[in-house]
Every structure is written in C-alpha cells, then in structure tokens.
C-alpha cells in the first residue's frame, strides 16, 4: 500500500491539527495503521495505531488524552487528530502500515508515508 501523508504546519502552543494519511494500491481495511513521528536529533517514536476496522486503538503515553487516530476506510484515509499543542511535540509525523488486521508492536511496518511536518511555537 502506498501511503501519502499530509496536513502537517506551524501553529502556537495550545491549538490543533489534523494529519490525515491517503491510502492507494491495495485494500486499505485490510491492514492496521499508526502514526510514528521522529523529532529533529531523535529518533523515530510510536505514536499511535489502529486496527484494521477502528475498533480499537493504542496510544504513547505522551499523547495520551491529546491526540486520537481515526480511519474512514470508505476513503481510504487514515487521520490523527492533534490537540492542546506543546512545542515537544514538534517532528516529522509518519503514517505506518503493517500487513496484519490487528496492530502489533512487533509486527513489521510494511509501508511508511513520506511525514509531514508539524511545528509548534511557544
């Protein structure tokens, strides 16, 4: 599946952003999806995951309360919807596919999006 993320921006500490992440190639409802992001000097991060029909959902404990991943597999799109800003929070944001239904952190990521860039200022 080739994935293409996008809605990343700068915005102020305290507001909001939605990242969606648009699906082609195979059938999007048949695989779980997450979000990663990697911040300048670090690396890569676990941000969020779902499974292949929205039912359930896992979160890094930084995000937790904040932010929340969604899907609509009728439009093959992946989102993430991220609130109440910090500037910590600021990186490249990845979407993610593994090539099982369920989410597994041990599970191999398939297909990466190319990130989209999230900024926050203080």
């Known amino acids: 599946v080739q994935l293409q993320a996008c809605g990343g921006g700068l915005v102020q500490a305290g507001g909001s952003l939605r990242l969606s992440c648009a699906a082609s190639?195979?059938?999007?409802?048949?695989?779980?999806m997450g979000w990663f992001r990697q911040a300048p000097g670090k690396e890569r991060e676990f941000v969020a995951a779902?499974?292949?029909?929205?039912?359930?959902?896992t979160y890094a404990g930084s995000v937790k309360g904040r932010f929340t991943i969604s899907r609509d597999n009728a439009k093959n799109t992946l989102y993430l919807q991220i609130n109440s800003l910090k500037p910590e929070d600021t990186a490249v944001y990845y979407c993610?596919?593994?090539?099982?239904?369920?989410?597994?952190?041990?599970?191999?990521?398939?297909?990466w999006g190319q990130g989209t860039l999230v900024t926050v200022s203080s």
């Open positions: 779902i499974n292949f029909d929205g039912g359930s959902t």
């Open positions: 993610a596919a593994q090539t099982t239904m369920y989410w597994y952190p041990s599970n191999v990521i398939s297909s």
């Open positions: 190639g195979r059938t999007f409802s048949n695989y779980a």
